[in-house]
Structure formats: structure tokens, C-alpha cells
């Protein structure tokens, strides 16, 4: 059974810095693309960065630059370091596993940016 396990969000001021964790249970997960995801209130999610089995990440334009998404396959474990947070970067973050064509999630972690 997969199961996600997140941490790490919480309220930070404009400028702030956080660091999401979510560890993946049930497998090796090394070879999976694992994700961000976001969704604030009267939106719809959307990603934020993404990682493949082979390293290659992608950002959403909003997120380049600030955000660094990385993984440690030993742990299976795939991380979010955000930097210079901004009031529009609140949401509800959700990691994301990618396993065949089934999309795996965790139970979200709220991240709050007050200006």
C-alpha cells in the first residue's frame, strides 16, 4: 500500500523560506516521477515542480528560481525548498507520486506567506 507522508509547512512573513518533506511508503519509488502540487482556496491545483526518476526537474513559471524541488532515493523521500515566499504562494501543498498512470497523494500540508 502507498502511502505519503508530508511535513514541513507552516506561516512564514513575505520573503520567508520553508522546506516541504514528503516520504513515499510501500516501495522503492526511486524510478517514479514524484511532485508539488498546490491548491488555494477558489482554485484549482495546480503543480508547482516536479522531479523524474532520472533527476530532470520542471517548475511552474511562478516558482522558477524561488522554488528548488530535489529527492533522495535512499529515503524515497522528495523535498520542496521554497525561498522568497510571497502572499500569493499560500496554498495547500500536495505531494505527488506518479506510479504507471495512477497518481498517488498525500493529505496536503498548508502553507501560509502573510505580507
Known amino acids: 500500500q502507498v502511502q505519503l507522508m508530508e511535513s514541513g509547512g507552516g506561516l512564514v512573513q513575505t520573503g520567508g523560506s520553508l522546506r516541504l518533506s514528503c516520504a513515499a511508503s510501500g516501495r522503492d519509488f526511486s524510478r517514479n516521477t514524484m511532485g508539488w502540487y498546490r491548491q488555494a482556496p477558489g482554485k484549482q491545483r495546480e503543480l508547482v515542480a516536479a522531479?523524474?526518476?532520472?533527476?530532470?526537474?520542471r517548475y511552474a513559471g511562478s516558482v522558477k528560481g524561488r522554488f528548488t524541488i530535489s529527492r533522495d532515493n535512499a529515503k524515497n523521500t522528495v523535498y520542496l525548498q521554497m525561498n522568497s515566499l510571497k502572499p500569493e504562494d499560500t496554498a495547500v501543498y500536495y505531494c505527488?507520486?506518479?506510479?504507471?498512470?495512477?497518481?498517488?497523494w498525500g493529505q496536503g500540508t498548508q502553507v501560509t506567506v502573510s505580507s
Open positions: 505527488n507520486l506518479i506510479v504507471v498512470l495512477y497518481n498517488y
Open positions: 522531479v523524474t526518476g532520472g533527476g530532470e526537474t
